[in-house]
């Protein structure tokens, strides 16, 4: 799962009802932004509410020395208003609060490096805009030793079972090795990636594996440190989580999403983070 520039952050309100959760304000609308089919009861509030866990760099995460809300998602929400015209409300909360804050209707979206996939469209309806992608990795003194997907036979990866990429790497270790009789993968599941990271650190796994976007991140940090080996793990889409039902949202920002795309402004952002790889065609329910 989860890269530096800063936000302006015009206000700030806490959100009440909404456990431990705190929500940022940014006045993204401008005076050529356009009315583009919001529902009514979005453009009498004066503002989108969108659901953030700012712990995915380089996605959506606090800056260190302010600790400010910046990323990825941020710079495209905030240019999400700007098309819209109207102003968008950041609420905060822990990753797996994000779905029901939807269900419930504490926010009107969730836009924070969420995977769209057949399971959630059963009560939800997403905008897919980035097409993520996991990669296994190693500390790079340790790389020469995995050209070949074989490689990791009887090896050990450590992997956040809170991700998609625990049933891609488990899918992967049964296909090249079980399936053919080789040595087992041993996979080691964890809370997250930095417990996968610390796993390889400390020499209880061979091998990680995270997203694309949050190892370039990482490696901006630490650089030289890992290295990412074998080919990527399937792709899949981040969307803009709706609740279902929540057609008119949906296809109001569907047409915004589209429009950033035609005017640049989306690959300039992805490109800024180091990820323009991960560019799509927004759709409906790709997942």
């Known amino acids: 799962m989860r890269r530096v520039v800063r936000v302006v952050v015009l206000g700030a309100a806490v959100v009440l009802g909404l456990s431990g959760c705190v929500s940022g304000t940014t ?46 998602d941020i710079e ?46 059963e009560t939800s309806d997403f905008v897919d805009y980035f097409m993520s992608r996991g990669r296994i990795y190693t500390l790079a003194s340790k790389a020469a030793g995995f050209t070949k997907a074989t490689d990791i ?73 890992y290295q990412a080996v074998l080919d990527p793990l399937p792709a899949s889409p981040f969307g803009i989580m709706i609740k279902k039902g929540g057609t008119q949202l949906t296809n109001a920002v569907l047409a915004a999403m589209k429009q950033l795309v035609a005017s640049g402004r989306y690959q300039q952002i992805l490109d800024k983070y180091g990820v323009g790889y991960g560019a799509t065609t927004p759709v409906v329910n790709g997942g």
């Not at 659901?51 to 260190?64: I, L, N, R, T, W």
């Not at 822990?94 to 469209?121: E, H, Y």
């Not at 417990?195 to 990680?208: H, K, N, Y």
């Open 153 to 225: 036979c009887g090896k050990t990866i450590a992997v956040s079972a809170k991700t998609d990429y625990y049933n891609q790497v488990k899918d992967l270790a049964d296909r090249t090795c079980t399936s053919a009789r080789l040595p087992a993968v041993n996979i080691l599941p964890t809370d997250s990636g930095a417990a996968a990271r610390l796993q390889i650190e400390q020499g209880r796994a061979d091998l990680a594996a995270q997203g694309a976007e949050n190892l370039i991140y990482i490696n901006t940090k630490e650089q030289g440190k």
């Open 27 to 72: 006045d993204s609308a401008s005076a050529d932004g356009s009315a583009t089919g919001l529902p009514s009861v979005i453009t009498a509030s004066g503002s989108l509410r969108i659901g953030v866990s700012p712990d995915f760099p380089p996605m959506e995460y606090k800056a260190p020395d302010t600790q400010q809300t910046i990323g990825l």
């Open 76 to 121: 495209l929400q905030d240019a999400l208003g700007q098309v819209l015209g109207i102003r968008i409300e950041r609420v905060e909360s822990p990753f797996d609060q994000l779905i029901n804050s939807s269900r419930t209707g504490r926010v009107d979206l969730v836009m924070s490096g969420l995977s769209d996939t057949k399971v959630r469209q």
